[in-house]
């Protein structure tokens, strides 16, 4: 070792560096357009990655690296921003019904510095949704509220939403707070689950019917804005499905294959 630390990777890294080659490789292209929000308690620049037309019939918004030590959720969104990307029929398809918008790293302040869980300011960047985010303590949340805000005043409303993490189970996370209209959210989110079992290697399932996930962006999103939306969790460990230890690669594939279940909700559920 000729340095004085060692960081241990739980899973296969994604680095600033990585994410900045990505954006600076899909920046020119015609369809993609990144969009700087804010700063992370620590100065470090935040983008919104939006992929297709602003005026598309849906939105569908993505957010990863929350939690810095959870790198699954980049390599996904890596998989489906590249998968909308492609110059063929299936994509421009996708693309006439939606487009999507991705806060690709969060808490970059925490993948700088190989933290695991909390922002700079001490912060779960995944609690506290349930109110307005302190600026001062949480500006990355802060920043994503502005822009959310924007997009509300402005006639854009996502439909849906997906926070990625990683742990070790893997199963989506579908919240039940006291919501006008929750049936509705869940058979919607009932549809999501079963496409991801048809498109892609997904077969951990969903939150027992008592479970509620209380602050988090999934749940902060439905009460407070009205979007359809969950956690879902990678396991960090292993993909059932495919009967192996993930790699950046599976998650990748995961990511383009939910390109078609974003699409396949999108025009079931009609949102
Ligand atoms: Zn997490």
Request: charged share 25%; hydrophobic share 40%; aromatic share 10%.
């Amino acid at each position: 070792m000729p340095g004085p630390v060692l960081y241990v990777a739980r899973v296969e890294p994604y680095r600033i560096s990585d994410l900045n080659q990505f954006l600076s490789s899909i920046a020119k292209h015609p369809r993609v357009e990144i969009t700087p929000i804010g700063k992370t308690a620590e100065g470090r620049e935040l983008e919104i990655i939006r992929v297709g037309k602003a005026d598309a019939p849906h939105g569908v918004f993505v957010r990863a690296r929350a939690h810095p030590w959870e790198a699954g959720g980049n390599w996904v969104v890596q998989g489906l921003v590249r998968r909308l990307l492609q110059n063929d029929a299936e994509a421009e398809k996708f693309l006439g019904e939606y487009s999507l918008y991705v806060l690709p790293m969060t808490n970059k302040d925490g993948v700088a510095l190989g933290r695991t869980r909390f922002n700079m300011r001490g912060k779960d960047l995944n609690r506290n949704w349930d109110q307005p985010a302190d600026p001062e303590l949480a500006p990355e949340n802060h920043a994503l509220e502005k822009w959310m805000d924007e997009m509300i005043k402005t006639g854009r409303r996502p439909h849906l939403a997906l926070e990625l993490h990683n742990d070790g189970n893997g199963m989506l996370h579908i919240s039940r707070p006291p919501v006008v209209d929750i049936e509705r959210h869940l058979a919607r989110m009932n549809t999501f689950e079963q496409l991801l079992r048809k498109h892609t290697w997904f077969t951990e399932g969903s939150t027992k019917p008592t479970f509620r996930n209380s602050g988090t962006l999934g749940e902060g999103f439905l009460v407070r804005y009205g979007i359809d939306a969950a956690v879902h969790e990678f396991n960090c460990h292993w993909i059932a499905g495919l009967q192996q230890a993930p790699l950046g690669k599976h998650w990748e594939d995961y990511g383009a294959n939910l390109a078609t279940v974003f699409y396949e909700y999108l025009t079931q559920v009609q949102p």
